[in-house]
């Protein structure tokens, strides 16, 4: 089991940068895909970055690629996201998520191969 806690999220500035971090309890963290999913108010939670349980790959939604980078520290049991040219679209809950274990290729990253989730913590972009 994997128990995933956020934090980091807060209101900026439209062009501001946030550091999303998410910490994980559990003996499995480091063969799991780990992954940062969003969701703004009235629509679906939406898939922003994840990456593989090595670190040696990483994946991104359009709307996020070369503005989002995803990181892992294995030892710390600990994920991050950097978020930089931030936009109000932005704007929404962030939640981390942790996936299977030992997984290679796309299809990793579709919702429904993530087991474990967090909280959330909410993202406001103001314009």
């Known amino acids: 089991q994997a128990h995933l806690v956020e934090s980091g999220g807060g209101l900026v500035q439209a062009g501001g940068s946030l550091r999303l971090s998410c910490a994980a309890s559990g003996r499995t963290f480091s063969s799991r895909t780990m992954g940062w999913f969003r969701q703004a108010p009235g629509k679906e939670r939406e898939f922003a970055a994840a990456?593989?349980?090595?670190?040696?790959?990483?994946y991104y939604a359009d709307s996020v690629k070369g503005r989002f980078t995803i990181s892992r520290d294995n030892a710390k049991k600990t994920v991050f996201l950097q978020m930089n040219s931030l936009k109000p679209e932005d704007t929404a809950v962030y939640y981390c998520a942790a996936g299977r274990h030992y997984c290679s290729g796309t299809g990793c990253y579709a919702e429904h191969e993530f087991d474990y989730w967090g909280q959330g913590t909410q993202v406001t972009v103001s314009s």
């Open positions: 990456i593989s349980w090595s670190g040696g790959t990483t």
